[in-house]
Nanobody, 122 residues
Framework: QVQLVESGGGSVQTGGSLRLPCVYT?????MGWFRQAPGQEREGVAT???????MYADSVKGRFTISQDNAKNTLYLQMNSLKPEDTAMYYC???????????????????WGQGTQVTVSS
């Protein structure tokens, strides 16, 4: 059982930055971030594996960085060069399920946080 609590969301202008922390209890080899915009399906954004490997959706590659501080039981998502299309509810996840596809495809997770809203204005 993994419990996750996100924070750090807010409103920023295009080009701005935000860092989302997610404090968790328990452990998971695959942890990550998903997002869901109004009227759209939830999509995987970034995943970090227990060996330190990181994976990103093409839409955020080069702008977002996922990291993990095991001493603090905290997962982070550093978001730079934010765009209006990044506006969404962001969810921290554990036991992320990776699909069999070309490129990055996180298709679900076993445990979810409650979400934190990120709004990017133009």
């Amino acid at each position: 059982q993994v419990q996750l609590v996100e924070s750090g969301g807010g409103s920023v202008q295009t080009g701005g930055s935000l860092r989302l922390p997610c404090v968790y209890t328990g452990s998971s080899y695959y942890m990550g971030w998903f997002r869901q915009a109004p009227g759209q399906e939830r999509e995987g954004v970034a995943t970090i594996v227990g060996d330190g490997t990181t994976m990103y959706a093409d839409s955020v590659k080069g702008r977002f960085t996922i990291s993990q501080d095991n001493a603090k039981n905290t997962l982070y998502l550093q978001m730079n060069s934010l765009k209006p299309e990044d506006t969404a509810m962001y969810y921290c996840a554990a036991d992320v399920l990776m699909g069999d596809c070309v490129g990055y495809c996180a298709i679900g997770a076993g445990f979810w946080g409650q979400g934190t809203q990120v709004t990017v204005s133009s």
